[in-house]
């Protein structure tokens, strides 16, 4: 403000001295105009925040701000020395003096920011960056990224890359624009350890063929923070994010359709089982996002059910325009019903397997849908406990698909699996014994006086999912190796958990009853290629023969206990299409209920006596193609143990 105040008197001083073409101290009523140019100007700038302003990150928006001043501060300084005008001071001095403020305040704020500017080059210069960057994309998003870490000493940019031809050999704000062919050269001559994505989002395609010419180079590969921490000028180098899974499977996303959506949530009441786990969680999420009456979270476990209760308030305490630090007023343990909040929440410790506690909250609630997500579903865990496994996948889903029969549930959804077709292990069996279940329950509910709407959605492995791949391989690189992988020939099917939420949602909406529906999961991809590409996208290289001296390796373990080499997500070759282009529906044969209601009573037998060998001959028996490992018949002596 005295800085201010100086240049606000000399801009007095100057005018005169322009107007009169005389060179002399204030005399007379001039005095008048400096108590007048100071009186009005510094009261505005307060008033505008332009003391507010970092003007090391000065930008548009503070320009803005100071043309805004300028413009109030003219306006009362011509009215006052030139329409009304003052005796002795001549009235061009209304519009000389503002214009000479206008240029003094500016230049000190932009003096400011390149002087600052310049002191952290200097100082960049005696301190060497951790790190070395080229920015992907020269467009908007790209040049501010680039202005946002002009100020941080951690990281360095060296340089544009863009496909635009119109764009390549010039510069951007002292930094060179480079073609894409360069790069390597580029990586090599300015030591870059880091190339920072800056292309829209939107282009999935693009980005996938640039993240694929970028997996050999040896850099780290980073995309954008959001838009609004670009904007504010002032990016850390943690707002910088690792590559998304979609990024990495190269998967194009297809927006989803609103309607199925909400058609079965918006104003209803909605039961999710294993609502703490990695799938049952993202449908709670995806859920709520749709304005359901209520929403009934199902979990055995009091930890997830707590992590998933506490998340979902937040957000509900978001939407309703509270402060998250709201939250702290909230007992740890207080788990009643948010009836305050726009949305029921009722979480419930319960076991699928409790019939009598399931009928009492289905009673207590009415759900007009129920998604079943609750399971065990690592292999290797439940091929060495294959009874508690069966029980809770297979008679779980029964209790749970039978208190929704008596209850008059409209809709019940069973979420299921790729490793239930042609299983080769115990989970998938029980999970293909839980959809013979829900289709003969389907069955009876169409020829019987029964409302409920009976489906099941089949997909494969989820990125990002308790027990996956994803979150493994990047631990076991940030602790410096090895990668473990069973097999160098495995491919799975992946899909991102919201991708798979949304769409178990919408095909719930699309269910006629007995229904199978299958998601697109795209192609295969092969897990070594996917572990070999998080290595290079990381800036780091694949130790191996071909190159010993690299940082990581993959060290193969052997196929895992019930381990196939690949999966698939249809019993026969029929798929028929829907209205959405990533769904499926498969028609495919099942036990009448008669029928499989007598296994299953054997089935139950023989889980009782724990007899491994007749567990797996009733597995034989329900599920053809079945096709057990050695190693479960020592599976009995180790679960009792």
Known sequence: MYFDALICTFSVWLAFGLRLDQWRPFEGRQWIVLIAAIGFSLPLFISFGLYRAIFRYVGSVALASMVRVFVSYTFLFFCVFTLIGVDGIPRSIGVIQPLLLFVGIGTSRYFVRYWLGGINNVQKSFHRPQSVALIYGAGSAGRQLAAGLSNNREMLVKGFIDDDPRLQGNTINGLSVYPNADLIDLVLRLDVTDVLLAVPSGNQTRRSEIIHSLSEVGVRVRTLPTLADVASGRVRISDLHDLDMNDLLGRKVVPPDIDLLEKNIRNKVVLVTGAGGSIGSELCRQIIRFSPKSLILIDSSEHSLYLIYEELKKVLIGLEGSNSRDLESHDKFDFLPCQALSVELVPRLASVRDRDLLLKIFQSYHPDAVFHAAAYKHVPLVEQNPAEGIRNNVFGTFTCAQVSLECGVPHFILVSTDKAVRPTNVMGASK?????????????????????????????????????????FSAQIAAGGPITLTHSEVTRYFMTIPEAAQL??????????????????????????????????????????????????????????????????????????????????????????????????????????????????????????????????????????
Request: hydrophobic fraction near 45%.
């Open 432 to 472: 293909r014994i839980a959809e013979l279940v829900l289709q003969a329950m389907a069955d009876i509910a169409l020829k019987g006086d029964h409302s409920t709407n009976f489906s099941i959605v089949r997909f494969g492995n989820v990125l990002g999912s308790s027990g996956s791949v994803a979150p493994l």
């Open 504 to 641: 178990v949602i919408q095909a719930s909406a699309m269910a006629a009853g007995g229904d199978v529906f299958v998601l697109d999961m795209g192609e295969p991809v092969r897990i070594y290629d996917l572990a070999v590409k998080m290595v290079y996208l990381s800036g780091l290289l694949v130790k191996d023969k071909d190159k010993p001296h690299g940082d990581i390796e993959i060290e193969v373990t052997g196929l895992r206990p019930g381990e196939k080499l690949y999966e698939e997500l249809l019993i026969g070759d029929n798929p028929q299409p829907t209205a959405h282009p990533k769904i499926m529906k498969a028609h495919e044969e099942f036990l009448p209920w008669g029928d499989l209601q007598v296994e299953l009573e054997n089935l139950n037998v023989a889980l009782d006596t724990n007899d491994a060998n007749l567990i797996v001959s009733m597995l034989k028996k329900l599920v053809p193609g079945y096709t057990p490992k050695d190693n479960l018949s020592n599976a009995g002596s180790v679960a009792k143990g």
